[in-house]
Structure formats: C-alpha cells, structure tokens
C-alpha cells in the first residue's frame, strides 16, 4: 500500500537491555500522545513521524510472556560466569539471546499509517530480512506456523513484538557476527529441532555490521513505504 510516514533512524549503539526497554516506552508514549491528540483535535499540526532504533545489547537472554523459563539451561551462578544477565519481559514468543555482533531493531511503528494487523506487520519485517539475504546471495525462508527467518533450516533472524494502540515496540535480532555459542544455553525461541546461524557464518567472512543496518533500513523503508527523514546517533527525546 503506498505511505507517506516518514521514520527517523537512530542508531544508540551498544545499550544495555532494559535501558533500552525504557527508550522504547518512551518512543511509544510519544507516538501514542500524539495519535490520542490528534484525534482529540484534527487541526493539530504533528508530524507523522515514526521511529526504528537501532542497538547492540550486552549478553543477556529475553524471555517473553508467553515462554517457558525452562528454556533457559543456565542458572543465576553459570549466568555470572558467562556475564549474561536474564529478562523476563512483556513482548510475544519465547526466549532468544542478544549480544554484540547482532543487529537489534526496534521498529516504534504506529500501524494507523500502515495495516493495522500483527499478522502483516510481522511477515513485512520478514519480508525486510529475506530482502537483506538476497543481496548476500541466500535465499531467507519463512517456516510455516513460526515467526522469523531461516537460511537453510537454520534461523538467522528472531522476531517478538508487543502492540498498544496499534503502534509497536520490540522487533528483530538479526545475527549478523554474534557469537554463536550463547546460544547453545538455551532451546531458542523454544524450538528444539531447528539449528541458529549468522550472516557472518554463511559468508564464511566477517562482514561490516553497518552495512547490513542500512541495507535492513532500505529493505524496511520499500516493504512499509516510507520515507527514512533523519538518521542519528542519539534520540533527543530521550535525553529529556
């Protein structure tokens, strides 16, 4: 569907996660102000204006509302030796880890200005990622009944969500140059026959994690249509 929403990119680099929870919070309460006002009186002058932040998080392991704890195969005490921490958190799906190397991204998306529906909403963001893979020469794969990416049977890109007033936070982890044995101390996202794998893997050589951000942005910007206004390195609303 064509789209006018322009989105502003910040890239906040290395956070870690619940600071980054809290950013989100904060992205989302502005959109929804501003949705709410707009709404309360159409002459307002607001610009449609919608958010993907971008960052790398130190070792941690998210666990969403839906997961099953058991999924995590490490105590308090081996997590200290790995200097990971563990989240339980109020997105969709089950448990994933995140650490340097892997691209995070959060679209703050009020789907008003898109289709306002989860199940679209989640196979354009796959649509992105299997884009991005293309361009490296694979071929990304959907797996029925499951949510994210796939290269040949292994899983390259996780997806969780949450949804208030149709505008979005959380989102993807792309694994582009992660260290890969973090997760062999978890069942990842629950799935217990399905192997993990990175960008960096498959290409059998390191690649540049900025340049698969802006290609994630490009692939992001045709699938949804918008217009990507401002890239930055900071959030000024978050330093209010």
């Given at each position: 569907?064509?789209?006018?929403?322009k989105?502003?990119?910040?890239?906040?680099?290395?956070?870690p996660?619940?600071?980054?929870?809290?950013?989100?919070?904060v992205?989302?309460?502005?959109?929804?102000?501003?949705?709410?006002?707009?709404?309360?009186?159409?002459?307002?002058?607001?610009d449609?204006t919608?958010?993907?932040?971008y960052?790398?998080h130190?070792?941690?392991?998210t666990l969403?509302k839906?997961?099953?704890s058991?999924?995590?195969?490490?105590?308090?005490?081996?997590?200290?030796?790995?200097n990971?921490?563990?989240?339980?958190i109020?997105?969709g799906?089950d448990?994933?880890?995140?650490?340097p190397?892997q691209?995070?991204?959060y679209?703050?998306?009020d789907?008003?200005r898109?289709?306002?529906?989860?199940?679209?909403?989640?196979?354009?963001?796959?649509?992105?990622?299997?884009?991005?893979?293309?361009?490296?020469g694979?071929?990304?794969?959907?797996?029925k009944?499951?949510?994210?990416?796939?290269?040949?049977?292994?899983?390259i890109?996780?997806?969780?969500?949450?949804?208030?007033?149709?505008?979005?936070m959380?989102g993807?982890?792309f694994?582009?140059?992660?260290?890969?044995?973090?997760?062999?101390?978890?069942?990842?996202?629950?799935?217990t026959?399905?192997?993990?794998?990175?960008?960096?893997q498959?290409?059998?050589k390191?690649?540049a994690?900025?340049?698969?951000?802006?290609?994630i942005?490009?692939?992001?910007?045709?699938v949804?249509?918008?217009?990507?206004?401002?890239?930055?390195t900071?959030?000024?609303i978050?330093?209010?």
């Open positions: 569907m064509e789209n006018k929403a989105v502003v990119v910040a890239d906040l680099g290395l956070v996660y619940k600071k980054a929870w809290d950013y989100q919070k992205v989302q309460k502005k959109l929804i102000d501003e949705k709410l006002l707009r709404r309360n009186d159409p002459d307002a002058s607001l449609a919608d958010y993907l932040l960052v790398e130190p070792h941690v392991y969403g839906s997961g099953d058991a999924n995590l195969l490490k105590n308090e005490e081996q997590l200290k030796h790995l990971a921490e563990f989240v339980v109020d997105r799906g448990i994933t880890y995140h650490g190397g691209i995070v991204g679209p703050i998306f789907l008003d898109y289709d306002t529906d989860l199940h679209i909403y989640l196979r354009n963001l796959e649509e992105a990622m299997i884009l991005v893979l293309d361009q490296y694979f071929k990304g794969e959907r797996i009944g499951m949510t994210g990416v796939w290269v040949n049977g292994a899983k890109c996780a997806m969780g969500i949450k949804c208030s007033r149709w505008v979005t959380h993807f982890a694994n582009v140059d992660t260290d890969m044995s973090y997760f062999s101390h978890i069942v990842p996202c629950g799935i026959d399905k192997a993990v794998c990175s960008l960096s498959l290409l059998g390191a690649v994690i900025e340049e698969v951000k802006n290609r942005s490009e692939s992001l910007a045709k949804f249509g918008f217009n990507i206004i401002e890239r930055r900071s959030l000024r978050l330093d209010q």
